[in-house]
């Protein structure tokens, strides 16, 4: 969403594209890569403060609240521990990021990468650049079974540029979000949301990445703990589809019918 109080600059290498959707304020034509490697030289000075403590302020109002039961407030309980401060983390779309943005503590600066403008598919091929770009840290992607399986085969791009990623996959058989949307509207009318039961080991393991499999609380911390010991690609499949959650803190049952 363009918002008319900020200055828009629009960057193609096809003049004709320039302010073709929005006038900019500034059109420049120019190759991406000489256009962001430019862009490294320019000074930002910006004031964000107090954005920062209205953001500050309504996540740790968030964090007080009580966390659900479900495999996913645990798997981020687990990596507030575990995880290597310095790790890198890569966020598909998806409701599964209820949990990621409410409770997974970020501890540094320059940690986070995620699609504001919210594209599914995103979280794997981004692991990768992010590895690719700083090999001695430890990049971990989260995403659903529903976009990871947009980008899923990039696990064979990881493998051949040994640029190892750990993949943790929410595996809910539903694009969750959209099933959420349909049951708080039009309860009992789920339609087209429902994804199948696929071995995401099995499939990792196709493309000579390591799979994994999680199926209980008790078994992720094992899992995690060997998938950062390894130098290879490993994706963990955590199946949650029994649990029945459907955001943070909400099942199925809790959104069916709240917006008739
Ligand atoms: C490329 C793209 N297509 C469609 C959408 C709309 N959309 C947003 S979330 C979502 C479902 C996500 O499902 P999944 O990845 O399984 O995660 P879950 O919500 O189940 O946790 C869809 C279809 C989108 N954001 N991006």
Request: glycine share 8%; charged share 25%; aromatic share 8%.
């Amino acid at each position: 969403m363009l918002h008319w109080d900020q200055t828009l600059i629009h960057i193609d290498i096809d003049e004709s594209t320039i302010g073709k959707v929005y006038p900019p304020d500034l059109g420049i034509v120019s190759h991406a890569v000489n256009a962001l490697q430019a862009f490294t030289d320019v000074v930002v000075e910006r004031d964000w403060s107090d954005w920062q403590k209205v953001c500050r302020k309504s996540h740790s109002e968030l964090m007080a609240v009580e966390k659900d039961d479900s495999i996913y407030s645990h798997v981020m309980e687990t990596l507030n521990e575990e995880l290597d401060p310095n790790a890198v983390i890569t966020c598909d779309a998806g409701n599964f990021a209820t949990w990621l943005h409410n409770q997974l503590v970020i501890k540094d600066s320059h940690l986070f990468l995620g699609p504001t403008n919210g594209a599914m598919g995103y979280g794997i091929p981004s692991a990768i650049g992010a590895k690719i770009a700083e090999p001695h840290r430890t990049v971990v992607s989260f995403n659903g079974d529903g976009g990871g399986m947009m980008t899923i085969q990039e696990i064979e791009t990881s493998v051949r540029h040994k640029a190892p990623i750990i993949i943790l996959l929410f595996d809910n058989q539903n694009y969750g979000t959209i099933r959420m949307h349909q049951e708080m509207y039009y309860p009992d009318k789920v339609i087209g949301t429902a994804l199948g039961e696929v071995d995401f080991a099995k499939v990792a393991e196709g493309m000579g990445a390591i799979g994994m499999e999680v199926k209980s609380k008790d078994e992720f911390l094992p899992a995690f703990q060997k998938a950062i010991q390894q130098d290879r690609t490993v994706l963990i499949d955590i199946k949650c589809f029994e649990e029945n959650y459907v955001a943070n803190r909400k099942t199925y049952e809790d959104v069916k019918g709240s917006k008739v």
